[in-house]
């Protein structure tokens, strides 16, 4: 059975997004250690209410505009997907999405205060939209574990979090303090990006709009988002014609060009390569 405080930290969640959470594992019976997969509805905001956890967010997917809001307004980073965002407890969190995200929650109950990860607990404020390869990794790892039988896999989950604690409280010195301001000119660019995924764009475009050379403009959008853009393109085009195959009886042609895609051979052999389902498959299964 969940302990009270766990109940608290996964109620504030569920409040705040207005669903429950897709996937929910205790991964230590007894002592609170959970991991939870959240898809919430399309929402402007959320806020979440003080509870004694310490919980690190991994964005999985949807909205690119996802800030945190504070006492100075809106933070200049926005979280995309591979993002990750460090609670600390006893603090109201709140966030503007201006749409659906899909997000994972790793929560850490009390006592943390004089472990090695008091530091994170002690924040004053989140440490919001940051990268690291080894947390997003271990999480998603994490994800899948628990989908799967875990009979198969006996302590597998467990030794994942246990991994990925020692981790956070090795680097806890190195990770970013707040919410971290990021690179303004492409954060506004990802934004554009989401408007005009309909119109061919080159890597000379997107270099301009943002004032950079190209060999500048292609080690920046790297290190801002992992990907390179070509990739990044791709997979935003994608993401939104998952959304349109969902969501409206559009034909694939349609979609197709809607999204960006020269053709609509062009659209099924990417969504193939980027989900694994051609676009008529995935429709079905809607």
Sequence with gaps: MATPAKRLAVDAF??????????????????????????????KNFELSANDELVLALHLGGSRRVRAITDHGLSRAQSIPGMVTILPPDRVHAFRTEGSVHVATLHLPRPIDDGPLAQLAKSSAPRFAFRDRYVSAAMEALLRAVRMDRRLHPGYAEKLADALLSHLALWADTLPDEASHGDTALNELLAWIDGHLGQKLSLDELAARVHMSRALFTRRFRDATGLSAHQYLTRRRVEVAQRLLRDSNQDLAWIAHETGFSSQSHFTAWFREVTGSTPGRFRERR
């Design 14 to 43: 569920r409040r705040a997004f207005g669903v429950a959470p897709e996937i929910a594992c205790e991964l230590r019976l007894g002592d609170g250690l959970g991991i939870y997969g959240w898809r919430t509805p399309d929402i």
